[in-house]
């Protein structure tokens, strides 16, 4: 199984909305939270081609995001949490859908509407 790193921005490797891409069509989304410094510094070192420069802004991003995983609970989400988490994964599927498509109607998604067909 490959992975490689995509960027849903303009560059390659700048972090803000990099994730990675499992070649078996799951995806992966790692956010990492950089300080302007630390954009900067990544900035820099992408700019001269420094690969070790980009390698440790990146592990000092990474690495507080692994200890956040590994010693989270995996407690229950709040409400506010669950209904943020739902709000965004509305918006994305909202994303994906065509132009002027305005779902499917109550009766469509009804136990009648679904199973019509059926006697």
């Known amino acids: 199984m490959e992975m490689r790193g995509r960027c849903c921005g303009a560059c390659a490797i700048i972090g803000w909305?990099?994730?990675?891409?499992?070649?078996?069509?799951v995806h992966m989304r790692v956010v990492l939270d950089l300080t302007p410094e630390m954009q900067a510094r990544l900035q820099?070192?992408?700019?001269?081609h420094d690969a070790d420069?980009?390698?440790?802004v990146l592990y000092e991003a990474v690495e507080p995001t692994v200890e956040a995983l590994l010693t989270d609970g995996g407690g229950e989400l709040s409400l506010e949490e669950a209904e943020r988490l739902l709000d965004q994964m509305a918006d994305e599927v909202?994303?994906?859908m065509p132009p002027g498509w305005e779902g499917l109607s109550d009766y469509a998604?009804?136990?009648e509407g679904i199973y019509e067909d059926h006697p």
């Open 17 to 25: 909305a990099t994730y990675l891409e499992v070649e078996s069509g």
């Open 44 to 48: 820099a070192g992408i700019a001269s």
């Open 53 to 56: 420069a980009v390698r440790h």
């Open 94 to 96: 909202a994303t994906l």
């Open 109 to 111: 998604v009804s136990r």
